[in-house]
T-cell receptor, first 115, second 113 residues
Framework: AQKVTQAQTEISVVEKEDVTLDCVYE???????LFWYKQPPSGELVFLIR??????QNEISGRYSWNFQKSTSSFNFTITASQVVDSAVYFC????????????FGPGTRLSVLP | NAGVTQTPKFQVLKTGQSMTLQCAQD?????MSWYRQDPGMGLRLIHY???????DQGEVPNGYNVSRSTTEDFPLRLLSAAPSQTSVYFC????????????FGPGTRLTVL
């Protein structure tokens, strides 16, 4: 069975602080993909990043960075110098390698960035 | 390129009424799915489809029906609405490969009185 855990239910930081959102996953698949989505207060779900199980290089996109560690089954998301606009619920998701495999979502982490 | 579209955006029903939530995508995606999101909660999979003519149940299928007659459309039917079905419903689509990203529609906010 596949599972995604986001142990942090809610996080509050003050603007300009760095914050890391944790994601731990379970799968028996050799090949799989990990995703992060953002859901701002307006409600839409926005795709942020995709990472495959064979690529353990960290990725940076502006203030966002992602750390994938296969040894600990984690795919953590760091926001540097957080801004109020980063306030949202963030979901981590996993998709296994079986053709047509469903996405498995974590419960989400609500991030509040205070001015 | 509209992506994933959903109608209506908002709907209020009375208990026992039926209705259909519409979902369409123009990306030629084979995989489509419906999720519900209750207040302060995560996403729960209702039904999904891996191609036209093929549907299957997700985590919370009771009270909902789906069909997939075309690649583009994946409507969700509420057979007899109940207050427990008050939720935000998201439709999503992706390719069938594991590497394919899933894209979401804007959601339908449903209230059942």
């Amino acid at each position: 069975a596949q599972k995604v855990t986001q142990a942090q239910t809610e996080i509050s930081v003050v603007e300009k602080e760095d914050v890391t959102l944790d994601c731990v996953y379970e799968t028996r698949d050799t090949t799989y993909y990990l995703f992060w989505y953002k859901q701002p207060p307006s409600g839409e779900l926005v795709f942020l990043i995709r990472r495959n199980s064979f690529d353990e290089q960290n990725e940076i996109s502006g203030r966002y960075s992602w750390n994938f560690q296969k040894s600990t089954s984690s795919f953590n998301f760091t926001i540097t110098a957080s801004q109020v606009v980063d306030s949202a619920v963030y979901f981590c998701a996993l998709r296994g390698d079986n053709y047509g495999q469903n996405f498995v979502f974590g419960p989400g982490t609500r991030l509040s960035v205070l001015p | 390129n509209a992506g994933v579209t959903q109608t209506p955006k908002f709907q209020v029903l009375k208990t026992g009424q039926s209705m259909t939530l519409q979902c369409a995508q123009d990306m030629n995606h084979e995989y489509m799915s419906w999720y519900r999101q209750d207040p302060g909660m995560g996403l729960r999979l209702i039904h999904y489809s891996v191609g036209a003519g093929i549907t299957d149940q997700g985590e919370v299928p009771n009270g909902y029906n789906v069909s997939r007659s075309t690649t583009e459309d994946f409507p969700l039917r509420l057979l007899s609405a109940a207050p427990s079905q008050t939720s935000v419903y998201f439709c999503a689509s992706s390719g069938r490969q594991a590497r394919d990203t899933q894209y979401f529609g804007p959601g339908t906010r449903l209230t059942v009185l």
